[in-house]
């Protein structure tokens, strides 16, 4: 067993993870506490570049574009979803997320969501949605969910796309609260390709002789830069599930 190739090969991927889990955190308004962590903590005005618009929020998103309970009726705190008759269906999240997107005149073309493991789940439990276009169909109709798993194609107009490495808020979006939570969610988001722009490169990968063992050291530099272009393209929910 080449055991320097699955060394390499798992420090790649953790480079990959901690430019997920920054990026992911930057884009819905959080930061992370530490590296190699999903972002926890909400961005501050110190965290905003002297290039975000006027209008964002400190964490650099649009307020009207950060949906919570209120969007339904309730309190600013996170929303249950789940299949519950008192839940929040998980496709009325993602209806209202793109309602929010329409509303500043985001083109249709080109959305995306991603969602993590939880989400995802309660999006498979829509039993009763489950022979309709956006989620069972013909093998060339574009729109396929099945067997639990998102593959390629669309729901309610967007690209899905599902994650580990969004940010988790207290005891994350697993934690049952059936009228929602201000301090354990989980968050998703959506928006348009042109929302944001990153650009990353591996600068420099180097090896030498590892002073403390009969072994030698192998490390890469990463860089990686993003940008919030528009932030009325992107749309951020918290929720939590509700059973």
């Known amino acids: 067993m080449n055991f320097e190739s699955l060394a390499t090969d798992r420090a790649g991927y953790r480079l990959r993870d901690q430019f997920d889990q920054e990026i992911f955190g930057y884009m819905s308004g959080y930061k992370q506490a530490a590296l190699h962590a999903n972002a926890s903590t909400a961005r501050v005005a110190a965290d905003k570049s002297g290039t975000d618009p006027v209008s964002a929020d400190a964490d650099g998103l649009l307020a009207s574009m950060k949906?919570?309970?209120?969007?339904?009726?309730?309190?600013?705190?996170?929303?249950?979803?789940?299949?519950?008759?008192?839940?929040?269906?998980?496709?009325?999240?993602?209806?209202?997320?793109?309602?929010?997107?329409?509303?500043?005149?985001?083109?249709?073309?080109?959305?995306?969501?991603?969602?993590?493991?939880?989400?995802?789940?309660?999006?498979?439990?829509?039993?009763?949605?489950?022979?309709?276009?956006d989620f069972a169909g013909r093998q060339d109709a574009g729109d396929i969910l099945r067997n639990g798993r998102i593959i390629d194609g669309m729901v309610r107009g967007?690209?899905?796309?599902?994650?580990?490495?969004?940010?988790?808020?207290?005891?994350?979006?697993?934690?049952?609260?059936?009228?929602?939570?201000?301090?354990?969610?989980?968050?998703?988001?959506?928006?348009?390709?042109?929302?944001?722009?990153?650009?990353?490169?591996?600068?420099?990968?180097e090896t030498y002789r590892d002073n403390d063992s009969l072994s030698d050291v192998v490390r890469g530099l990463h860089l990686y830069g993003r940008k919030l272009l528009r932030p009325e393209a992107i749309t951020r929910a918290i929720y939590n599930v509700y059973e």
């Open 67 to 133: 949906l919570d309970l209120s969007d339904f009726g309730g309190s600013a705190v996170s929303i249950p979803v789940g299949q519950n008759t008192s839940a929040i269906s998980p496709l009325a999240v993602i209806n209202r997320m793109a309602r929010k997107l329409d509303q500043q005149n985001v083109d249709r073309d080109g959305r995306w969501l991603v969602v993590d493991p939880v989400f995802a789940e309660q999006l498979n439990d829509e039993n009763s949605k489950l022979l309709s276009n």
């Open 158 to 205: 967007f690209r899905i796309y599902m994650s580990n490495n969004l940010p988790i808020i207290g005891t994350g979006p697993g934690t049952v609260a059936t009228g929602g939570s201000g301090t354990n969610f989980g968050v998703i988001i959506a928006g348009h390709d042109s929302a944001v722009a990153t650009a990353s490169q591996i600068e420099k990968v």
